[in-house]
């Protein structure tokens, strides 16, 4: 199975900065398969990106995606309060589906 | 619009069995795989299968396979997930999630709609 490594463990920001999270797969993810997911304390997750670029509906444009093979990037542009949460990383492209243990974005 | 509605939380003892109910609304319950996903409290997520709910065929993570049993009905359009041989590990919310497209054929998705969640506590 396919081990989805996200770093850091926690990131801790001011709102108005720049958060980059890093997800890394022990092997190559077939077609870039990769999805990341937003998840506030007692909520279900939130899907943000999928095809490691692509904007989930009614997801804002300072969300981005990047990356490819092993190596996944997700980028918030400008934190807005609303954004402190913890993101997960999910590869489909391989059986069985995968999550990375998740990155907690957390205000400094 | 779409909604997936969970049962209410279940507690319960060491070796028995638990069903998870998920009702859909807002789409054609048969067009989507529907997904299983849990996770034990303060932990990561972890997938346990898939139903088509058009044919009912089922697709199970190896770590649970002779204990999850995934089914559905169309009349109500509910799935639903009974995880049997209960230990306290197995304490955790459980999901349901929308997959992709049964005519794609791509069993391998994400999710792009969760239910809200059933608590499963499992004590003695």
């Known amino acids: 199975e396919i081990v989805l490594t996200q770093s850091p463990g926690t990131l801790s920001l001011s709102p108005g900065e720049r958060a980059t999270l890093s997800c890394r797969a022990s092997?190559?993810?077939?077609?870039?398969?990769l999805a990341w997911y937003q998840q506030k304390p007692g909520q279900a997750p939130r899907l943000l990106i999928y095809g490691a670029s692509s904007r989930a509906t009614g997801i804002p444009d300072r969300f981005s995606g990047s990356g490819s093979g092993t190596d996944f990037t997700l980028t918030i542009s400008r934190l807005e309060p609303e954004d402190f949460a913890v993101y997960y990383c999910q590869q489909y492209g391989n059986s069985p589906l995968t999550f990375g243990g998740g990155t907690k974005v957390e205000i400094k | 619009q779409v909604q997936l509605v969970q049962s209410e939380a279940e507690v319960k003892k060491p070796g028995a069995s638990v069903k998870v109910s998920c009702k859909a609304s807002g789409y054609t319950f048969t067009s989507y795989y529907m997904h299983w996903v849990r996770q034990a409290p303060g932990q990561g997520l972890e997938w346990m299968g898939i139903?088509?709910?058009?044919?009912?065929?089922?697709f199970y993570a190896q770590k649970f396979q002779g204990r999850v049993t995934m089914t559905r009905d169309t009349s109500t359009n509910t799935v639903d997930m009974e995880l049997s041989s209960l230990r306290s590990e197995d304490t955790a919310v459980y999901y349901c999630a929308r997959g992709g497209e049964v005519v794609t054929a791509m069993r391998l998705y994400y999710f792009d709609y969760w239910g809200q969640g059933t608590l499963v506590t499992v004590s003695s």
């Open positions: 139903i088509n709910p058009s044919v009912a065929g089922t």
């Open positions: 092997q190559s993810v077939f077609s870039s398969y």
